[in-house]
């Protein structure tokens, strides 16, 4: 089966700095991968989509990469902020399984001032 | 701005009860999907559904049903409630039908507990 695993389960930075968390999953490779972020009490909200065949996604100051070869994907945070401190979430969407995302587990950023 | 509305934001039931927990989104949306989230498991999926009266079985369907008789509308029912079941609830949907593929939008959740 399908496996998800998401660097570690908390990460943190100081402000200004570049946050990279990771997402390795195993078996088949997913047609697309999306980012989601979640705050204490809420569902996730979507953030990133990037296809199989691009390498890199940006919007504002994240920056999704997808390599294949890897079986990975990075999400990066350039100049963080105390504000982007939540719990990141990736799930890879597989053809072989059927019409769902596949969620990890997630990354915890904190990032303090 | 889209919106998924799940019924109840807390919930407390006794076991053996019957929980009916409510979603309703208001994007025209295909696809709905009910997931329940715990601490160290993540998120997992239980049903989802990318049409009326269409349902698939997600990674832990036991003990759970659900019901889409409206396109807008995805219930989840615990036939009947067990502790093991105490945990968040998160209702999503998204476009896309059987083919989905689009982001999901969530609910804020029906944190749930069977005593």
């Known amino acids: 089966s399908q496996k998800i695993e998401q660097n570690s389960e908390a990460l943190n930075i100081q402000e200004g700095k570049t946050a990279t968390l990771t997402c390795n999953y195993t078996n088949y490779s997913p047609a697309y991968l999306q980012w989601y972020r979640q705050d204490p009490g809420r569902g996730p909200v979507f953030l990133l989509l990037i296809r199989e065949n691009e390498k890199e996604k940006r919007k504002e100051r994240l920056k999704v990469t997808f390599d294949t070869t890897l079986k990975q994907s990075l999400f990066h945070i350039t100049a963080s902020q105390p504000a982007d401190s939540a719990t990141y979430l990736c799930?890879?969407?597989?053809?072989?399984?059927?019409?769902?995302?596949?969620f990890g587990k997630g990354t915890t950023l904190s990032v303090s001032s | 701005d889209v919106k998924v509305t799940q019924s109840s934001r807390y919930l407390v039931k006794r076991t053996g009860e019957k929980v009916f927990l409510e979603c309703v989104q208001d994007?025209?949306?295909?696809?709905m999907f009910w997931y329940r989230q715990d601490p160290g498991l993540g998120l997992r999926l239980i049903y989802f559904s990318y049409d009326v009266k269409m349902k698939e079985k997600g990674d832990i369907p036991e003990g759970y049903s659900v019901s889409r008789e409206k396109k807008e509308r995805f219930s989840l029912i615990l036939e009947s409630a067990s502790t093991n079941q105490t945990s968040m609830y998160l209702c999503?949907?998204?476009?896309?039908?059987?083919?989905?593929?689009?982001?999901?939008?969530f609910g804020d959740g029906t944190r749930l507990s069977i005593l």
């Open positions: 999503a949907s998204g476009s896309g039908g059987p083919e989905g593929n689009q982001p999901q939008h």
């Open positions: 799930a890879p969407f597989f053809n072989q399984a059927g019409t769902a995302l596949i």
């Open positions: 994007m025209d949306h295909e696809n």
